[in-house]
């Protein structure tokens, strides 16, 4: 089975904060993605990944960036954190043309 | 750009209920259609896919049809269970897989017994 795997399911951090969010893939996938979840909002793409330290905005990528040193981890980095960036962050993977599988989630609070 | 827009919930049903919620799209070209189903706590799942127009994607009793003259996507089963409650959103894949997907805001379904 493949298997998307977030570094920790619930995170707290001060406003100014520097985050670091991880996503770990096990299938040798070329894409990863970044989302994020909210109510009433559904999922917005931040940025995603179609190889090693290849890169591409998405939808909402102001306030983030994303590092891809290795083929099957893909890192979301909050320069400095603030309230609005509270939320659910959601990663996926795939094969090109195929389905995304998805990670369970953090959930990011930000005081 | 590209959007789906899906009937807001909570939508709540009684067990062994027929279930319709609707998406409908808009994108350039020939996008590709999925549900997703997110249930409690957990990461986001497909569900079924459809690649082209009359396409039909069918899972676990679930099923929806691609109607490019419709723009719509709405999922459908014919007998609800209290397991199927869960939030359900559909979404669009205009480009190549390397392209993200574009979802709806989702519709939280709740099946009562």
């Known amino acids: 089975d493949v298997k998307v795997t977030q570094s920790s399911r619930y995170l707290v951090k001060r406003t100014g904060e520097k985050v670091f969010l991880e996503c770990v893939q096990d299938m040798d996938h070329e894409n990863m993605f970044w989302y994020r979840q909210d109510p009433g909002l559904g999922l917005r793409l931040i940025y995603f990944?179609?190889?090693?330290?290849?890169?591409e905005k998405g939808d909402i990528p102001e306030g983030y960036s994303v590092s891809r040193e290795k083929k099957e981890r893909f890192s979301l980095i909050l320069e400095s954190a603030s309230t609005n960036q509270t939320s659910m962050y959601l990663c996926?993977?795939?094969?090109?043309?195929?389905?995304?599988?998805f990670g369970p989630g953090t959930r990011l609070t930000v005081l | 750009g590209n959007s789906v827009t899906q009937m807001e919930g909570p939508v709540t049903l009684s067990e062994e209920a027929f279930l319709t919620i609707n998406c409908t799209y808009t994108?350039?070209?020939?996008?590709?259609l999925f549900w997703y189903v997110q249930y409690p706590g957990e990461g986001l799942q497909l569900l079924l896919k459809?690649?082209?127009?009359?396409d039909k994607g069918s899972n676990k009793g679930f099923e929806a049809t691609y109607r490019k003259e419709t723009t719509s996507f709405h999922l459908e089963k014919g007998s609800v269970q209290v397991s199927d409650s869960a939030v359900y959103f559909c979404a669009l894949r205009s480009g190549g897989g390397a392209d993200g997907l574009t979802f709806g805001k989702g519709t939280h379904l709740i099946i009562q017994p």
């Open positions: 996926a993977s795939n094969f090109r043309g195929r389905e995304q599988f």
């Open positions: 459809a690649t082209k127009a009359d």
């Open positions: 990944s179609y190889d090693v330290k290849m890169k």
């Open positions: 994108a350039t070209g020939y996008p590709s």
